[in-house]
């Protein structure tokens, strides 16, 4: 891995550039993103189109398009240079990383009951997205982050562990809800109800949102900034458009509910 990088970068202070660069082109296309999700849905789960290619097994498309988001980091920990990765708060920030996405390649695509099949459009497109953020979060934690002694200590840190902790459960436990409103071999779709949906229709968008905000606060870096910026223009739209979808599909759907942000939006 040391020789793959030395051969694209001739230095630490290339690479870096790069990665702030990296950064700068992703914080871009969140706002291009947003334009167009104004008049497009994100095409995968029921908004599924032939338009966007030929369709892959939903468990299959899940595991390996969020596969690179694990591995690609593993790798750079392992087998690159990783100068940092020996100090208190790169390991923990690493490991809130790590935890996510394990999750989220190793556990979570075994568990989606029905499901619609995922166009290869938005399977490419997010497999791209997985293995260059993936890259640019574990290289910048595990070879050029460097913070301030104390810094676990410091609010922020602790703030946007709690954030990151408390957004990692309410999306692990949305998941489990909408995962239960399906018997087995069910596709059909129902009222979400209990814990954040009884507020929210987007309450596992919600979970993650706050999670990766979390994270960047603890990281506060404009490396993780533009993640969490990405990642929630992305949920976001989608938390809007399920929950005008289910206020049209379901008649006897709770007025009360908001999209993504209880009591306000």
Request: a positive charge; aromatic letters at 18%.
């Amino acid at each position: 891995m040391d020789k793959m990088l030395k051969k694209l970068f001739s230095s630490d202070e290339e690479e870096l550039y790069v990665l702030d660069c990296l950064s700068y082109v992703m914080m871009s296309m969140a706002c291009v993103t947003f334009v167009v999700l104004l008049f497009e849905n994100v095409p995968y789960g029921r908004y599924a189109s032939s338009k966007y290619g030929f369709h892959v097994s939903v468990r299959l498309s899940w595991l390996i398009q969020e596969l690179p988001a694990f591995l690609v980091p593993l790798s750079l920990v392992l087998w690159a240079s990783s100068s940092r990765a020996m100090y208190l708060p790169n390991q923990l920030l690493l490991g809130m990383y790590f935890c996510h996405y394990f999750q989220r390649t190793f556990i979570y695509p075994f568990l989606i009951r029905g499901g619609k099949p995922t166009p290869f459009g938005s399977f490419a497109l997010a497999f791209a997205f997985c293995t260059c953020n993936g890259y640019l979060q574990a290289r910048y934690l595990s070879h050029y982050a460097e913070f301030p002694p104390g810094w676990v200590t410091h609010p922020y840190f602790i703030t946007g562990s709690c954030l990151w902790f408390l957004g990692w459960v309410i999306n692990i436990h949305s998941d489990h809800i909408l995962r239960n409103l399906r018997a087995p071999g069910e596709t059909g779709y129902n009222i979400p109800r209990g814990g954040l949906f009884e507020y929210v229709s987007g309450a596992n968008f919600l979970g993650e949102i706050i999670e990766w905000a979390g994270f960047a606060l603890a990281v506060h870096s404009i490396h993780s900034a533009a993640f969490a910026l990405f990642t929630s223009i992305i949920l976001s739209s989608r938390a809007v458009a399920h929950h005008k979808w289910y206020l049209v599909k379901f008649e006897d759907y709770p007025k009360h509910r908001k999209a993504l942000i209880p009591f306000v939006f």
